[in-house]
């Protein structure tokens, strides 16, 4: 799993209900951050995090909140999903911000309906 | 326009046969990494290059700077490499993020 745990890996909502992915990593990495991915699109980057207590805006934020309380873990929160959010999440790591070379978890196959 | 455009998008071949993706961008970069998307959707890193050639097994990615494009070579093609190859670019206009193509779906017949 390269050193990144996410769950779940499959999930169906209902279009308000909200529910948080998971990610947990055991390399002790600054960088961690949430893609998700779409049909016909590159991976686009949601929340990123370059340390505990520090997280910040990807390209496409809207609708997902992040904390990073602990450099192993990084949560993803949806808090009223919309059918939009369908797709499927990735969790990254590197080992610092300038590092290229991203290690993923196994991804989260959401569904809203 | 995309800042990272890959060809072909799709990709069908035989088994034996000589593959090269192709991964054009349009910023100013400080690394190109290409990684590799199996069916199952677990996503892992091949290569990461500034310059010039990098070989692993039967992969070889090349990097041209000057003209912003690259090539993932694969020798002597095999049905377990059926895969969807993924260019991610390092920008340096965009606080170092990472742009990333669209993939190129790749297919290997027996």
């Known amino acids: 799993n390269a050193g990144v745990t996410q769950t779940p890996k499959f999930q169906v909502l209902k279009t308000g209900q909200s529910m948080t992915l998971q990610c947990a990593q055991d390399?002790?990495?600054?960088?961690m951050s949430w893609y998700r991915q779409d049909p016909g699109m590159g991976l686009r980057l949601i929340h990123y995090?370059?340390?505990?207590?520090?997280?910040d805006q990807g390209e496409v934020p809207n609708g997902y909140n992040v904390s990073r309380s602990t450099t192993e873990d990084f949560p993803l929160r949806l808090l009223s999903a919309a059918p939009s959010q369908t797709s499927v999440y990735f969790c990254a790591r590197r080992t610092s911000w300038q590092d290229t070379e991203a290690f993923f978890g196994q991804g989260t196959r959401l569904t809203v309906v | 326009k995309n800042e990272v455009e890959q060809s072909p998008q799709n990709l069908t071949a035989q088994e034996g046969e000589f593959i090269t993706i192709n991964c054009s961008y349009s910023?100013?970069?400080?690394?190109l990494h290409w990684l590799q998307q199996h069916p199952g959707g677990g996503i892992v890193s091949l290569f990461m290059?500034?310059?010039?050639?990098k070989k692993h097994g039967r992969l070889i990615a090349t990097i041209n700077i000057q003209e912003k494009h690259s090539s993932l070579h694969i020798t002597a093609s095999h049905p377990r490499d059926s895969a969807v190859y993924i260019c991610a670019v390092r920008s340096r206009d965009s606080n170092y993020q990472l742009i990333w193509g669209a993939g190129t779906k790749l297919i290997i017949k027996p």
């Open positions: 910023v100013g970069i400080s690394a």
């Open positions: 995090s370059v340390g505990a207590g520090i997280t």
């Open positions: 390399m002790n990495h600054e960088y």
């Open positions: 290059l500034s310059s010039g050639k």
